[in-house]
């Protein structure tokens, strides 16, 4: 079956200006996740969702940046007033359950480049 | 809070050797450990996770990886590398504060194989 997709894969803008990135998990999974993944390092965790509500939002570096999941699905991460310090590749994985150690499935990332 | 660490930023082995790569983790108690696989342009890719039981856990690929509680590691081992196992890997523990669903990720690990 279909993994986790993610649109744009590449998203160019300018500094201050409002993105939306999306999410489509894999059918039938019922949690999603939000990562961050600067050159270099790891991804760092920003919030995920159980159902249509999150869960957590811990990693959310600030106000700027918020995310919905209206109908249980598809995600779609919002960030305003962009600055360059979020470029960066934004992951998105889903997992059928909350069992702990349940797997993650991850898309390829949109990769975001703010000038 | 959690922490991982891979100590080695790049390793080059030679198509056929052997490899290991390290990861040591900072937790109280007994972790859910994770290695993951990242090939460009691709999502993060499960090897292998650990959580209970036998510390020798097998995974895909040919990979295996070995929990030692006294050395705080997770290791991951594959006995003979293919060059398409050029990656990078990250090595991953669940957070214990949110049910382990929250994965905090080392730096990565990229491996270079040489013909």
């Known amino acids: 079956g279909a993994g986790v997709s993610q649109t744009p894969s590449n998203k160019v803008t300018e500094k201050g200006k409002y993105v939306e990135l999306r999410c489509d998990p894999i059918?039938?999974?019922?949690?999603l996740y939000w990562y961050r993944q600067s050159l270099g390092q790891g991804p760092e965790f920003l919030i995920y969702f159980q159902g249509t509500g999150a869960a957590d939002d811990s990693g959310l570096p600030n106000d700027r940046f918020f995310a919905v999941r209206p109908e249980g699905s598809v995600s779609t991460l919002k960030i305003q007033r962009t600055e360059r310090g979020d470029s960066a590749v934004y992951l998105c994985?889903?997992?059928?359950?909350?069992?702990?150690?349940?797997?993650?499935?991850f898309g390829p990332g949109t990769r975001l480049l703010v000038l | 809070a959690q922490s991982v660490t891979q100590p080695d930023i790049h390793i080059t082995v030679s198509e056929g050797a052997s490899l290991e790569l390290r990861c040591n983790y900072s937790?109280?108690?007994?972790?859910?450990l994770f290695w993951y696989v990242q090939s460009p342009g691709q999502g993060l890719q499960l090897l292998l996770k650990y959580f209970s039981g036998d510390t020798l856990v097998q995974g895909i690929k040919g990979f295996e990886a070995e929990f030692k509680r006294s050395q705080s590691s997770f290791n991951l081992r594959k006995p003979s590398v293919h060059w398409s196992d050029a990656a990078e890997y990250f090595c991953?523990?669940?957070?214990?504060?949110?049910?382990?669903?929250?994965?905090?990720f080392g730096t990565g690990t990229r491996l270079l194989v040489s013909p």
């Open positions: 937790y109280g108690a007994t972790p859910y």
């Open positions: 994985a889903s997992s059928s359950g909350l069992a702990p150690g349940e797997t993650q499935y």
């Open positions: 059918s039938g999974h019922t949690a």
């Open positions: 991953a523990v669940g957070d214990l504060n949110t049910g382990f669903q929250k994965l905090v």
